[in-house]
């Protein structure tokens, strides 16, 4: 039901006096007739109010209960979906050139004369869109509840003569016009099935995996819809529920000079980021789209250099560049709480190309070195170096005698909702930043109006003055920056990031959990100092010990007064990880899910795609979770965990009808590419295990003593490559 609320599910039997409804709530009573001499004993329960009428009909046989007849009432969610009409633009060849022309020959001086900033940048907005809606062709476009992609005029119209054809009663004709309704129909996803092809040849992806996810009902999106007229305006009060008074302190911040030197851009950088748009993400609550800005590149990058240079050199940033429109996105299909939504802001596109250009300035100015194990957001990272080194910390250090590990899995509230822009200030200017970009950052992020808008309806604005907004481009590298002084105070801990995932790893030996305690203890009071909410409620701790004989047992943690709950198995960053560091709930859990992906891959072999096609969806939707970080756990696992897993690669290549790659040479070639890039990469927190021997010829063996991290990524991958050898000496 949680995965599937729209179906309806019926329980049925003799219940005699038991109340269903006490055990389910949400199941709903369909008999009110006595079925046995003058009692209700048997009932027919469903998840649905009113979905069957249930008549009374006689017993069958020697019964002596009657029988029930349920006859459906309700309609299902296809015919209940009422048709829906789409006004679009049409992008033709006439009038994106047209387009061009008119922004080519407009005098963009008039915006600006006599105009702030703010009137500037909403007026050549405003001109933006009013000129894109009156060049560009509009059609209708009329959308049918679950309308498939092959039925196009040619089986509707056979529909219509199959309709006619009953109603008319003439047998014969109906029996003729229902086979050429056949014929059609397989003439029709025969066209359909070449198109997709055809787009695989031509090299069109996009078009390509549209008509796959089309045929296999792979990933069917729904839209959000509510009835509830007051629900934008609740989410809205939710999502903006850390924005308080008592969430924002007077933090004193350095003032700019008259004589700063702010950022300055040039033509060709705001040039370039607009030709690299992707004019599929959806507009902000500016509506000029993606498409725009990238088909007129060079006409308006101009105008909008003026305005980013401008915002710049103000060091503030137009109400109508930072306003964002929310959009809640379900995380589970059965909602129960608000907070089952996921806030997602659409910010104008233009304000994303400007963040595009700031964010290599950003990185520019932050050190390689600082906060080398965040793994977010930053080049040659990943969530598999952040497994890695946490798993060959854990194992090195196991190694020794009457030793174990404690693992922490820290999880925070809306982590990038409660930032205070003030705080984050500070620390950006700590890491080297210039004040005038951090005053314009810190504008960025304060008085941001926000809406939230459900199926056409939208809430009352608020303005928020906390948080970096998911959705954009900084939010990630500026969370980033703000947690880097979040690090360990003891040698004997290590604090793995990854974006909000944080991970505290406690090395214990003999039984002293002290400077484990004073770390979480330390931890605590940073989240306090810099209003991240810690929920205790969702971290976890896994506890690893093989010591035999355990002298006392492990003292549980507290956060707050509350105690945090020991696991066995936890779902971190994609993979499972067990108290025993074995693989197996991890295996099962992969080999489950390609197996499920494998009924798609028979749909579109039963559809008569090519091989190639075949072959390309098994590589992006099959494969891609069979080998998901596989470098972390692929050579610890046993011979019957390789055996599941490559019978799911034996069963894909039956169906596909041709050779696949197998696992072991993919994993043998992902370690090599991978560990050749930690091997280069100095600021890596793996590169220090890289060290060549003296001749050169290869890397020195990491020292181990058990075969759990023996066959662990990092001593596999030394194993593995040989070091870079410097060019010879040209000899004449």
């Not at 709930?585 to 494998?598: E, G, I, Y």
């Not at 993919?666 to 927190?685: E, F, L």
Request: proline share 6%; aromatic share 8%.
């Amino acid at each position: 039901m949680n995965s599937n609320p729209e179906a309806a599910v019926i329980v049925a039997g003799d219940f005699n006096h038991v109340e269903l409804k006490a055990v389910f709530p949400k199941f709903h009573k369909s008999i009110n007739f006595p079925t046995r001499a003058n009692n209700i004993l048997d009932q027919v329960y469903c998840n649905i109010p009113g979905a069957y009428k249930a008549v009374a009909a006689p017993h069958l046989g020697m019964s002596d209960h009657i029988s029930v007849e349920l006859i459906p009432v309700y309609k299902p969610l296809a015919c209940r979906t009422k048709p829906t009409t789409r006004i679009v633009q049409v992008w033709t060849e006439e009038a994106s050139s047209a387009l061009q022309d008119c922004f080519e020959h407009t005098d963009w001086s008039v915006f600006r004369d006599g105009a702030d900033l703010e009137e500037y940048s909403s007026s050549v907005l405003s001109y933006v869109q009013f000129c894109t809606d009156a060049v560009l062709p509009v059609k209708t476009i009329k959308v049918f509840p679950n309308q498939k992609p092959w039925l196009d005029s040619t089986v509707r119209a056979l529909l219509k003569a199959r309709d006619a054809a009953y109603r008319s009663g003439d047998w014969l004709a109906y029996s003729r016009a229902r086979s050429e309704l056949k014929k059609g129909i397989k003439q029709a996803k025969l066209q359909y099935k070449q198109q997709i092809e055809e787009h695989f040849i031509n090299n069109n992806p996009r078009s390509m995996w549209r008509g796959i996810r089309t045929m296999t009902d792979y990933k069917h999106s729904t839209q959000l819809t509510s009835r509830d007229p007051t629900l934008p305006d609740t989410l809205n009060s939710f999502f903006a529920r850390f924005d308080t008074a008592g969430s924002r302190e007077a933090v004193h911040l350095p003032q700019l000079e008259e004589q700063h030197q702010p950022l300055v851009l040039q033509k060709h950088q705001v040039t370039s980021t607009l030709r690299r748009i992707n004019t599929h993400k959806a507009p902000g609550p500016d509506k000029v789209s993606g498409q725009t800005l990238k088909t007129c590149a060079d006409q308006l990058a101009g105008v909008f250099l003026d305005i980013f240079n401008l915002s710049l050199q103000l060091a503030t940033v137009p109400e109508c560049l930072k306003s964002s429109t929310i959009i809640p996105v379900p995380k589970k299909r059965s909602i129960t709480s608000l907070n089952d939504y996921r806030p997602v802001a659409l910010t104008p596109v233009i304000m994303k190309c400007f963040e595009r250009i700031l964010l290599k300035y950003i990185r520019d100015f932050i050190p390689a070195n600082l906060d080398s194990l965040q793994f977010a957001y930053r080049a040659n990272r990943s969530t598999e170096d952040a497994v890695s080194i946490t798993l060959h910390t854990a194992l090195t250090h196991l190694q020794h005698p009457n030793t174990y590990v404690r693992m922490l899995f820290v999880d925070f509230s809306s982590a990038f909702n409660t930032v205070i822009p003030d705080k984050l200030v500070l620390k950006l200017l700590e890491v080297g930043l210039p004040a005038s970009l951090c005053h314009w950052i810190r504008d960025f992020l304060t008085n941001r109006p926000q809406v939230v808008r459900i199926s056409g309806s939208t809430s009352s604005p608020l303005v928020l003055n906390t948080g970096t907004p998911q959705g954009c481009v900084l939010s990630p590298a500026l969370f980033t920056l703000f947690t880097h002084d979040c690090v360990a105070i003891h040698p004997t801990n290590t604090v793995v990031k990854y974006a909000d995932d944080t991970t505290v790893v406690g090395l214990i030996s003999d039984n002293n959990e002290t400077h484990y305690r004073e770390e979480i203890l330390q931890l605590t009071q940073w989240c306090s100092a810099n209003n991240l909410v810690l929920n205790t409620g969702k971290t976890k701790e896994v506890i690893v010990d093989y010591r035999r004989s355990r002298r006392t047992d492990h003292t549980p943690l507290l956060i707050g007064g509350e105690v945090v709950e020991r696991v066995n198995n936890i779902k971190f960053l994609g993979l499972h990880i067990t108290s025993d560091l074995s693989w197996n709930t991890n295996t099962s859990h992969l080999v489950k899910k390609a197996q499920q992906r494998l009924f798609f891959l028979r749909k579109l072999r039963r559809a008569g795609l090519s091989s190639q096609l075949l072959v390309n969806f098994y590589r992006a939707m099959i494969e891609s979770i069979l080998c998901l970080n596989m470098t972390v756990w692929y050579g610890s696992c046993t011979a019957l965990e390789r055996k599941q897993l490559t019978r799911v690669v034996r069963t894909a290549q039956g169906i596909v009808g041709c050779p696949l790659p197998d696992l072991d040479s993919i994993y043998t070639d992902r370690v090599k590419k991978r560990a050749g890039s930690i091997a280069m990469d100095s600021s890596h927190p793996g590169h220090r295990l890289f060290v060549p021997l003296p001749s050169g010829k290869r890397y020195r063996n990491i020292r181990t003593t058990t075969n759990r991290l023996r066959n662990s990524f990092f001593p596999t991958a030394a194993r593995a490559i040989t070091p870079c050898r410097p060019p010879l000496p040209h000899i004449s």
